[in-house]
Each structure stands twice: as C-alpha cells, then as structure tokens.
C-alpha cells in the first residue's frame, strides 16, 4: 500500500516568512495530493491540490509543486501569517469516489506574530 | 461546498458498552465514506472504507468486530464501537466525497469528529 513520509513535524516561522513542508510518497500509481488544514479542535479542510498531470499548483499565497519521478511533493506558504497557524496535512492516493488517500503524519506549522 | 455532518461530537461511556457514531452525507450522495482514527498529535489513520449495500474494507490491523461499520444508506454510514475499553479513546472522524457526476473534484469532506472517551 501507500506510504506517505512528511517533514517536519513541527515548524515555527516569523510572520511574512515563508514555510515550506515536504511529503515523499510510495506508490507510483498515485495521481491525486491533496493537503488539508487542519485547526485545533477542527475538522481538516483542503487548502490545495494537485494531479499528477501537473508539476506545480498556485492559489494565492499557497502553492504546491510535485516531482512524479522522484515521488515528492510540497506545499509552500509565502508571507504566513497568524491565521496560517495550524497542523497541515499532506495525502497521496486517488481522487475517485471509492478510492482512498493516505495522509502524512503532519505538520505542526506555527507563526510568530 | 459539501457537507459532512457527524454525530455525536463527544460521548462518554463506561467499559464494555457500545457506542454508536453516525455520519451522513447532507447535500449528496456518498456510495464511499471512510473513517478514521485520530489521536492527539498524530494523523488522520485510515480505519475503514464504508460502502453502501455491501461489507466494509478494513484497514490493516483494525479489528471487524470491534469496529462495526454499516453503510445502509447513500448517506450514512454508522461505526459502532463494541465492548469498547479505555484504549477505544480517540477522536474518531469520517470522510466522503461527492462524485464527479455531481460537480465532485476528488476533494475529501470531512466530519465534525467524535470524541470518544471510555471510562
């Protein structure tokens, strides 16, 4: 099955600093990776992804590059702020109905105002 | 966009009893929900995959009869915790998608979560 490595656990950023966490994944037949925020005592809800058609995604402070051939993918966020505080969460695995993604172990991602 | 609602949010129960969560899919029909495991600090684990009409898929090292899931409907799926003992404590939280021949993208839609305490 799929396996799914993220780093780092934790990281502390000054506010307008850019974060960059990093996720390897498994199995080549994954096409689909998304990643999810997740804040404390909240649900995870998607902030980006990507298919594996596309090499790299941007949505405003947020973007998303990915490297099929060597099987990893990141997220970056340009100039954090306080809000962005929260555990991210990145997934590899499928975006049909039934099939199912495997998360990474998450990143607590912390900004100092 | 989606909505996936879970209920409860919190229960406590003693020792040996059952707990029953619900989820339900509110604006569309799920034929897939999963269900997860979360505990503090860590990461979304993939217990199950519930399928409507049909047996449940489990994860590696979850135990069936511990951990009983029925998909009776295209929107809900219910996890029972039998004979649930203190170790059964977890935040368990579930998760569907619309389909692409409703406007679905692949995007996961997640529960509120269920705190489960076990006295």
């Known amino acids: 099955g799929e396996n799914v490595e993220q780093h780092p656990s934790t990281l502390s950023v000054q506010e307008g600093d850019s974060a960059v966490i990093k996720c390897t994944y498994s199995?080549?037949?994954?096409?689909?990776f998304p990643w999810y925020k997740q804040e404390l005592g909240k649900r995870p809800q998607l902030i980006i992804d990507?298919?594996?058609?596309?090499g790299e995604k941007k949505d405003q402070r947020i973007a998303v590059t990915l490297n099929k051939t060597a099987k990893h993918f990141s997220l970056h966020i340009t100039e954090t702020q306080p809000e962005d505080s929260a555990v991210y969460f990145c997934?590899?695995?499928?975006?049909?109905?039934?099939?199912?993604?495997?998360f990474g172990t998450g990143t607590k991602l912390q900004v100092i105002p | 966009g989606a909505v996936v609602s879970q209920h409860p949010s919190w229960v406590i129960c003693k020792s040996g009893t059952s707990v029953k969560i619900e989820c339900r899919s509110l604006?569309?029909?799920?034929?897939?929900m999963f269900w997860y495991r979360q505990f503090p600090k860590q990461s979304l684990m993939l217990m199950a995959t519930?399928?409507?009409?049909?047996?449940?898929?489990?994860e590696q090292g979850v135990e069936k009869d511990k951990f009983l899931i029925n998909h009776a409907s295209l929107t809900l799926s219910t996890l029972t915790v039998t004979s649930a003992h203190p170790e059964d404590s977890s935040f368990y939280i579930c998760?569907?998608?619309?389909?692409?021949?409703?406007?679905?993208?692949?995007?996961?839609?997640f529960g509120e979560g269920s705190r489960l305490t076990v006295l």
């Open positions: 998760s569907a998608r619309p389909p692409f021949s409703s406007g679905g993208t692949g995007e996961l839609f």
């Open positions: 199995d080549s037949a994954s096409n689909y």
């Open positions: 990507i298919r594996s058609n596309v």
């Open positions: 997934a590899a695995g499928d975006s049909g109905g039934y099939q199912k993604v495997t």
């Open positions: 604006d569309f029909q799920a034929t897939t």
């Open positions: 519930s399928n409507e009409g049909s047996k449940a898929t489990y």
